[in-house]
């Protein structure tokens, strides 16, 4: 007789009940459909601005339609992760990537965090293999990852005794640690212990960057003699290979150090080029048929991770179902309130459950698991698989390594891997050096195209994409951030939302991500041209003073449900507007400066910042604060800004002509025009504010000049 545990389903996929969200969001679209109506109709008795904010108009109503249709049917996963333990099968091996660049700007005492919660993960640890990347082919980097492993063989033991939720040392004993219900003298004793030894690596991995170690360079080091960062042979080293294989209580899974080869002459594609060496590496090693992928400043905080993503992953019908299972980030030390509008909780909340209630959002680049077979191109309709696995075809897309050959048909052809058990990393390290050439690359397969890390395989028509989206707080505020799921119950949860410690990553708007904030939310109906809006007196007024209620009593509501505050939501109001005037803004410029071929798309490592164990307030109230310098993308907001107080003042001062015919200046312009200037709030204080918290003087001047050369062209076309 079959278990009857194992035949019960790995997840559910429920649907949320959204009637009232539906209906107000149906509501809000007929509103936009009559105000454009509205304007149709009228055009002969307006002039130019009618236009203008017909233009306007339709965009707003052309974005919500998208809107509305994204969130239509929002889904979430429901993942038993012990219901894959149940079924008694035997669990498949899952390689990890970690991805590291500088050892400046991502300190490497991240990098060592985020692998020591890869390896603690609570999953059989000869499935396990963690490759690090490092592009900055940094001896202080590899020395870090030596010292972690050591300290792995304490660690990991420990975690997995005291079943600790948050694997991660440098956030572990952030936390309030010793928990009243775990105050063993035994536990009490190892805790201590394991604590001295965390600040102890600590410690000399802080000397080493000083370079109070001498690294000499000699043994094992002597491959990072005189190499230049942009110009070395590639480097691949295994720190630790797990010997127990078959012995899932064997201590510390396998630790490699990969940094790829780098020409001046060969692009070396950032992300993208360093995920597919890691593919390819990873292939002859151990090649296990899921990936899962993490940036260096990043930990995962469940550390029943790979479980949840294999109740997606094989509890699918069929394996074309689901390409990757992909965790939403969370930022863990935020500051209150969003003051930057950057966690994109309500976005991944409402959004991200919608889409992927469609076809599943996009890979965002980090903390996913995904299938090896669909990175290597196997498409949904290959039924017919033998055709694509001659020798011929292989080498057309895989290159001229004969292992790398053979283990890509190996999971192509879904066979087993003849060399799971006993591994012996260090044979394959000549056939890995091989294949982490950069000419590599070029001969053989480019399976993550996109410069930040993309895969372009994943998307393919009929593939559907599925998100683990039980939790949904991702953001930005601080660097560092983490993969996680909500359970209520889940001490990570209170770990996760301590309050603010760091200031986070920089305030400028200048650093926004331009990639990931979509638009979805532009509002419609707020003008920033003060020209453009509706006087009193209108028939119509009422239609967008109704959106404008609606529309705010909306995303307010969203924000409550989703446990905020109504100040996060005024916060991430402004900062969307804000953001489209900034970082979108100069996004499009650069968009159109590549396709010109005017220039090229730069990336640039974002600078991490470094974890500190004690949770206390580093006392800093500015943390909040906006930030400015020299940057030209501050022009254009610090322009509307001072178009909008410039017709503010004169209205006030009563030097403006009354509305006429709906063209002039009424109540209604007043009010968009302050609503422009209370989410414009922080740069105002810009203008008065001192050194970095002011904006330059260079930018003030060159934002006067297009605001007065505005205004008069305003004034131009309003009299012609
Ligand atoms: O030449 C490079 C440049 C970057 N990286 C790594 O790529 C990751 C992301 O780089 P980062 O500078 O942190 O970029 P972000 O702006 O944080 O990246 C966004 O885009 C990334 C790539 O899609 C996603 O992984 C992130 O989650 C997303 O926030 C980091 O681990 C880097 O070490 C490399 O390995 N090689
Ligand atoms: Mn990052």
Same mark, same amino acid.
């Given at each position: ?5 194992? =035949? ?34 009228? !055009? ?99 020395? =870090? #990852? ?23 040392? !440098?956030?572990? !004993? ?75 209580? *064997? ?86 309130? $969003? ?7 309500? #976005? ?20 996913? /698991? ?29 290159? =001229? ?21 006993? $591994? ?47 939790? %949904? ?11 996680? @799921? ?10 996760? $939302?301590?309050? &603010? ?75 969307? @507007? ?18 010109? *071929? ?7 490592? %974002? ?8 949770? &206390? ?6 943390? *909040? ?29 009563? /030097? ?11 109540? *209604? ?47 131009? %076309?309003?009299?012609?």
């Amino acid at each position: 007789m079959a278990n009857p545990s194992s =035949s019960l389903p790995l997840y559910e996929r429920v649907t949320r009940k959204n009637t009232i969200a539906r209906a107000i969001e149906l509501g809000i679209l007929s509103l936009l459909l009559c105000l454009l109506a509205y304007r149709i109709l009228s !055009f002969q008795d307006h002039g130019f601005s009618w236009l203008l904010a017909f233009l306007c108009e339709s965009w707003f109503a052309f974005i919500w339609v998208l809107t509305v249709s994204s969130k239509w049917n929002q889904v979430e996963y429901q993942t038993y992760p012990q219901r894959v333990l149940q079924r008694k099968l035997e669990l498949p091996p899952v390689d990890m990537f970690v991805t590291t660049a500088d050892p400046v700007l991502e300190p490497p005492i991240l990098t060592v965090n985020t692998v020591l919660s890869l390896l603690a993960l609570d999953y059989p640890a000869d499935k396990l293999a963690c490759y690090v990347s490092d592009d900055g082919g940094s001896p202080l980097t590899f020395y =870090s #990852l030596v010292e972690a492993s050591k300290f792995a063989k304490l660690w990991v033991p420990f975690c997995k005794k005291y079943s600790i939720q948050v694997r991660a040392p !440098f956030r572990y !004993f952030s936390g309030e640690s010793m928990s009243s219900q775990d105050i063993s003298p035994l536990f009490q004793q190892d805790w201590k212990k394991m604590k001295d030894e965390y600040e102890q690596l600590c410690q000399k991995i802080e000397d080493a960057a000083k370079g109070s170690i001498p690294c000499e360079l000699t043994g094992e080091f002597a491959d990072f003699k005189n190499i230049q960062r942009r110009n070395h042979a590639s480097i691949v080293k295994v720190i630790w290979e797990n010997k127990e294989a078959g012995n899932a209580n *064997g201590v510390v899974p396998h630790l490699v150090y990969i940094s790829r080869e780098k020409r001046p002459k060969h692009p070396h594609h950032f992300k993208a080029g360093a995920m597919n060496v890691l593919t390819r590496v990873s292939g002859v090693m151990t090649n296990a048929p899921f990936m899962l992928n993490v940036d260096c400043d990043m930990y995962v905080n469940n550390s029943q991770i790979v479980l949840h993503a294999l109740c997606l992953l094989m509890g699918m019908k069929s394996d074309k179902d689901c390409a990757f299972v992909q965790f939403p980030q969370h930022f863990y030390d935020g500051l209150k309130d $969003h003051p930057f509008g950057n966690q994109l909780v309500v #976005l991944i909340e409402y959004l991200g459950r919608g889409l992927a209630g469609i076809q599943g959002p996009f890979y965002g680049g980090t903390g996913c /698991f995904h299938r090896r077979k669909v990175i290597y191109g196997l498409s949904p309709f290959d039924e017919e698989i033998s055709g694509k696995l001659s020798d011929e075809n292989l080498q057309k897309t895989f290159g =001229s390594s004969m292992e790398f050959i053979k283990s890509a048909a190996q999971i192509l052809s879904e066979s087993k891997s003849t060399s799971s058990s006993p $591994h012996n990393l260090l044979s394959f390290v000549e056939a890995a050096n091989q294949i982490a050439a950069c000419v590599y690359e070029y001969d053989g397969l480019d399976l993550w195209i996109d410069d930040r890390g993309r895969p372009h395989r994943t998307h393919n028509p009929g593939k559907r994409l599925e998100i683990d989206q039980l939790h %949904t707080d991702a953001a930005r505020v601080s660097g560092l951030r983490a993969l996680r @799921r909500a359970c209520d119950d889940d001490p990570a949860e209170k770990v996760g $939302h301590r309050a &603010s410690r760091n200031p986070g990553r920089p305030k400028k708007p200048a650093h926004f991500d331009t990639t990931r904030e979509a638009p979805v939310q532009a509002m419609p109906g707020l003008p920033v041209d003060p020209a453009v809006g509706l006087a009193v007196g209108e028939p119509a007024p009422s239609i967008p003073v109704a959106i404008f209620i609606t529309y705010n009593l909306y995303t307010l509501f969203e924000y409550l449900q989703a446990g905020l505050s109504a100040r996060a939501w005024w916060n991430n109001q402004r900062m969307w @507007r804000i953001t489209a005037m900034t970082a979108w803004l100069f996004g499009v410029f650069s968009v159109i400066l590549k396709l010109l *071929g005017l220039s090229e798309t730069v990336f640039e490592v %974002t600078q991490k910042e470094q974890p500190s164990t004690n949770g &206390s307030d580093d006392g800093n109230a500015d943390v *909040g604060r906006f930030t400015f310098n020299e940057s030209p993308i501050f022009i254009p907001a610090t322009t509307v800004l001072l178009v909008n107080l410039t017709a503010l003042v004169i209205a006030i001062l009563g /030097f403006w002509p009354a509305a006429r015919g709906g063209d002039g200046w009424g109540i *209604g312009e007043m009010i968009f025009s302050s609503c422009v200037v209370l989410c414009l709030w922080a740069f105002l204080k810009g203008l008065f504010g001192k050194g970095k918290y002011g904006i330059p003087l260079a930018t003030v001047y060159k934002s006067g000049a297009l605001a007065l050369l505005f205004v008069n062209l305003s004034r131009w %076309t309003s009299m012609g």
